[in-house]
Nanobody, 124 residues
Framework: VQLQASGGGLVQAGDSLRLSCAVS????????VGWFRQAPGKEREFVAA????????SYADSVKGRFTISKDNARNTVHLQMNSLKPEDTAVYYC??????????????????RGQGTQVTVSS
């Protein structure tokens, strides 16, 4: 499966931004799709994921209540709505997909598919 992330940009603290991940090669309903991010000087970390057909959502504690992940199966697209952005959300955001699981404890190197990133910069 191929993943193409888009929607990053430069915003101010408190603003909102929506990222999109276009899934091709397989239908998004066959995969768990999610997001990792990598801040400067830090390792990539799990952010959010949405399940296959049922669409169960999971989030990192640092983004719960502020970020919402959703999917449009008809368009094979997954969105990450990011509200109340903070400077510490500044990172490159990567779309990922896995046939089984993405969530707490997931590691970047072990997910099935990884897309190129999109930069999100939040100024204070």
């Amino acid at each position: 499966v191929q993943l193409q992330a888009s929607g990053g940009g430069l915003v101010q603290a408190g603003d909102s931004l929506r990222l999109s991940c276009a899934v091709s090669g397989r239908t998004s309903s066959n995969y768990v799709v999610g997001w990792f991010r990598q801040a400067p000087g830090k390792e990539r970390e799990f952010v959010a994921a949405i399940g296959r057909s049922v669409g169960t959502q999971s989030y990192a504690d640092s983004v719960k209540g502020r970020f919402t992940i959703s999917k449009d199966n008809a368009r094979n697209t997954v969105h990450l709505q990011m509200n109340s952005l903070k400077p510490e959300d500044t990172a490159v955001y990567y779309c990922v997909a896995d046939r089984v699981y993405i969530g707490a404890g997931s590691t970047w190197s072990r997910v099935d598919s990884r897309g190129q990133g999109t930069q999100v910069t939040v100024s204070s």
